[in-house]
């Protein structure tokens, strides 16, 4: 394979934007709560939908982000829909941030388990009213920093937030994703079984200063079963949030998201062949080893308290 080849309780109640070029849209839909739910989708133009493909965003963040993925994704075939999470967006940030200091606040939002239930209303919502515009049946959870904590414990990851996710996805991809700490205890993912991505950067370091190295965690733990990690190097946090200079990150983590969920479909786990600027593991069954793609030696260990 190349790694470089080929890129209902819910009910819409207005359009904010009309549809631009690229097929985008802004939506505002109602949750099972009654609360509404801001989202902006992204629709692929080719006439059969490849499936649905929700993006959730980290703490402070909103739908009108991450617009490097949605385009990039939606250029896949699929429906992409970023989330606005108003819960853990930028005014509960602030609301987290006044008097302790962002962050304290940041701390304090990212384990705070009425906001992960916010979100998982919000992308139940996003979900319902996405498979309404897109027949296909597959279904894909990306999600970033805060974004990635909800999306691992979608997955089946235990947490120390009595929060319990429902495993409705068939496909999860986190970006920056979180290793043992404030959120999550040791081992906490060894219940995983679904095809999960995980993406960070060399310079993807964690909220209270540990290494990057603690992003690896998850991958370690899991199972086998079409488990991949990606380090992209020199990229940070920010920059997988596409914001900073991060050309270059996007387009690794673009491609590699293309590369995984093709792999996916075919039923094919296999890591690409080695590229420059990108380290690739996967897990590919339960009696295979770890195959390391590009760096044999990439330093994968540590797991130091991780806060975001």
Not at 43 to 61: H, K, L, M
Not at 174 to 195: H, M, V, Y
Not at 240 to 259: C, D, E, K, N, P
Request: glycine share 12%; proline share 5%.
């Amino acid at each position: 394979m190349n790694f470089f080849i080929g890129f209902i309780s819910v009910y819409v109640l207005v359009f904010l934007a009309a549809g631009t070029a690229s097929g985008q849209e802004a939506v505002l839909l109602q949750r099972a709560d009654q609360k509404t739910v801001p989202v902006v989708a992204y629709f692929p133009e080719v006439t059969a939908c490849r499936g649905v493909a929700i993006i959730s965003p980290g703490a402070g963040g909103s739908e009108k982000g991450y617009r490097y993925l949605g385009e990039a994704i939606s250029s896949m075939g699929y429906l992409a829909v970023v989330v606005g999470h108003q819960e853990s967006g930028l005014g509960a940030l602030r609301t987290y941030s006044r008097g302790s200091g962002l962050r304290e606040g940041l701390s304090e939002l990212i384990t705070d388990p009425s906001a992960y239930r916010g979100r998982f209303l919000d992308i139940a919502a996003a979900k319902a009213w996405a498979f309404t515009k897109c027949r296909a049946p597959e279904s894909v959870l990306i999600g970033h920093s805060m974004g990635a904590a909800t999306t691992m414990i979608e997955a089946g990851a235990r947490n120390k937030l009595g929060v319990r996710g429902m495993d409705s996805f068939d496909v999860y991809i986190a970006l920056s994703p979180q290793g043992s700490g404030s959120i999550f205890p040791n081992n906490a993912w060894t219940g995983i079984k679904r095809p999960v991505l995980m993406i960070t950067g060399t310079r993807d370091d964690e909220l209270g200063g540990g290494s990057w190295q603690t992003r690896t965690e998850p991958f370690l733990n899991m199972p086998a079963g079409c488990k991949w990690l990606a380090v992209i190097h020199g990229a940070t946090h920010m920059n997988l949030a596409g914001r900073g200079m991060s050309q270059q990150t996007a387009i690794l983590t673009t491609q590699v998201i293309g590369a995984f969920l093709d792999g996916v479909q075919r039923g094919e786990c296999k890591a690409p062949a080695p590229q420059n600027g990108i380290d690739i593991q996967a897990k590919c069954c339960p009696s295979c080893r770890v195959l390391t793609k590009a760096n044999p030696n990439l330093n994968l260990t540590g797991a130091a308290d991780q806060k975001k």
